[in-house]
């Protein structure tokens, strides 16, 4: 399926900074009607070979221009339930590099230049979103240690206290990348995205983008989602937990269970920066604008996905015993 603009027979595009479609031709707005027809191997306009990436649903002629979204591939069983549409243009892109860049990294210079910075490529990254319900039961044991000084003395006392806490955690769209292309690190580290502006999948957005439909499902990438909901429940605990010297578990039961799994688009731009033989890969999240260089891959802080303690049903402090001890 292509975008072609009524008024002037253009490829029509999904322009970010105006957020809506727009003929870079003739520069109407939302002049477009889409044309069914092309295919991965071939241009839905001007017929001429296409050569694309394996996963490709949506990808650029390279003889005419034009973007071309393949049916089969935004359809039946590969429909996406969510579209996270790009915010940024490739120049508010760039600009979130400069910003992050400057002129201190490395620098070769055409790193920044418009030659180089054409092969920076918008992407919509195929991503599965999982919502979860956590039940977190723990139990254990907490102390705190005072101590102090008498003439010749140090005493130091140690309180025990049972520590309880139940808590049930709703996950809303624990994200997780679907492409074998983009590296696993990278796409948790442009976390977080905005879910507020999910839009209903519609294929126009993905005119003027590349795209990919998932290259595993669901059921296979799960246990990096649950990964993700453990770890971000055992952070919630963690914060609930404040105040000891020290906490010992003595019984932890997170139970996960999944409430739902949909199939969502989201918006990176990506550029490929050959240096002495070296690639050096660049990620702007297409939304938020947040800037990913390849080095340093840092594990960014646990996200919370919007996770909402719903009940912190029983938070009791038993304060057990008390010892005094005396060195
Ligand atoms: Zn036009
Ligand atoms: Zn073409």
Redesign the pocket.
């Known amino acids: 399926m292509v975008f072609k603009c009524r008024n002037c027979g253009g490829n029509v595009v999904y322009e970010p900074s105006r957020q809506s479609m727009y003929c870079p031709h003739c520069e109407s707005l939302d002049s477009e009607d889409a044309v069914q027809g092309g295919s991965p191997t071939q ?1 839905a ?2 017929g ?1 070979p296409m050569e694309v990436q394996a996963y490709a649903s949506s990808s650029r ?1 390279e ?2 221009g ?1 973007y071309v979204v393949f049916n089969e591939r935004v359809e039946g069983t590969y429909e996406p339930r969510w579209i996270l549409p790009f915010r940024l243009n490739k120049d508010g892109a760039v600009k979130e590099m400069e910003k992050e860049f400057g002129r201190r990294i490395f620098a070769p210079r055409d790193f920044m230049s418009t030659k180089s910075l054409a092969k920076m490529v918008g992407v919509y990254v195929p991503f599965w979103l999982y919502d979860y319900k956590a039940r977190y039961d723990f139990v254990g044991e907490g102390t705190k240690v005072r101590s102090w000084q008498s003439g010749n003395t140090e005493y130091v006392e140690t309180s025990y206290y049972e520590v309880i806490r139940q808590m049930d955690v709703a996950f809303d769209k624990v994200p997780v990348d679907a492409s074998y292309a983009m590296e696993d690190g990278i796409m948790d580290l442009m976390e977080p995205y905005d879910y507020q502006v999910f839009q209903d999948f519609e294929p126009k957005y993905m005119s003027g983008f590349y795209g990919e439909i998932y290259n595993q499902g669901a059921q296979e990438l799960e246990e990096r989602a649950q990964t993700k909901a453990r770890s971000a429940s055992e952070q919630l605990l963690q914060e609930s937990v404040q105040g000891y010297s020290s906490v010992r578990p003595v019984r932890k039961d997170l139970n996960l269970q999944r409430e739902g799994v949909s199939y969502a688009l989201m918006p990176v731009w990506q550029y490929l920066y050959r240096y002495r033989n070296k690639t050096y890969a660049f990620h702007v999240n297409g939304q938020t604008g947040k800037v990913v260089g390849t080095t340093p891959v840092s594990r960014g802080k646990v996200a919370a996905y919007g996770a909402s303690v719903f009940a912190a049903v029983v938070l009791i402090f038993h304060l057990a015993f008390g010892i005094l001890e005396i060195l």
Request: with cysteine; aromatic share 0%.
């Open positions: 241009c306009v001007c001429a002629c003889h005419c034009s």
